[in-house]
């Protein structure tokens, strides 16, 4: 309905008689639709506005049980709409809100933190020398924990490297 009442109120009449050609008795039968459809518009406005009650003394004189009547004149009388108080879902849904982006702005903090590591990182490794003339110290100097785990290694009178021949296999065969 509201569709229809849209698409009533945004129809241009003068562009259609103008460019169907419109001419005439056809033109002015149009033009008697518009004022029709105008009034009938204004009065439904008009009816809309009014206070919309219910004649009770109408239906007392038509029909017999009165009982009925009384019984639903007493509930149109007494009926009030429903309120509702939404203040809490209203602050709970607030407070939520907050949290929200109070762990947004941490999470993009978190981000940030990672994303200058990795450009770091990747800067790193866009730098880095080839493999073939990095020297052992180089290496040692890039991760200490290398160095550190080659010298207990060596205290303890490990010389080989766990899981290296599991996984290399064993080249002393050549």
């Known amino acids: ?11 241009d009449w003068a562009k259609i008689t103008s460019s169907l050609g419109l001419k005439g008795q056809t033109a002015a039968a149009l033009q008697a639709f ?3 459809n105008d009034d009938a518009r204004r009065k439904l406005q ?5 206070p919309q009650s219910v004649d009770f003394q109408q239906y007392r004189s038509t029909l017999k049980n009165q009982a009925i009547i ?4 007493n509930h149109v009388k007494t009926f009030k709409p429903v309120t509702y108080d939404v203040g809490r879902q209203i602050k709970a849904i607030e407070a939520f809100e907050a949290q929200a982006v109070k762990n947004a702005e941490e999470t993009k903090g978190t981000v940030d933190l990672e994303i200058k590591t990795l450009e770091k990182t990747l800067q790193n490794i866009e730098e880095a ?5 990095l020297t052992v ?8 924990a290398i160095d550190k785990r080659t010298t207990q290694l060596v205290t303890k009178g490990r010389w080989t490297v766990p899981g ?4 290399f296999g064993d080249l002393s065969i050549l």
């Open 1 to 11: 309905m509201a569709a229809s009442r849209s698409a009533a109120l945004k129809v």
């Open 34 to 36: 518009k004022k029709r």
């Open 46 to 50: 008009a009816l809309s506005d009014q």
């Open 70 to 73: 009384n019984e639903i004149e």
């Open 129 to 133: 020398r080839p493999f073939e003339d």
């Open 137 to 144: 110290d180089d290496v040692a100097a890039a991760e200490p």
């Open 164 to 167: 290296y021949k599991e996984t």
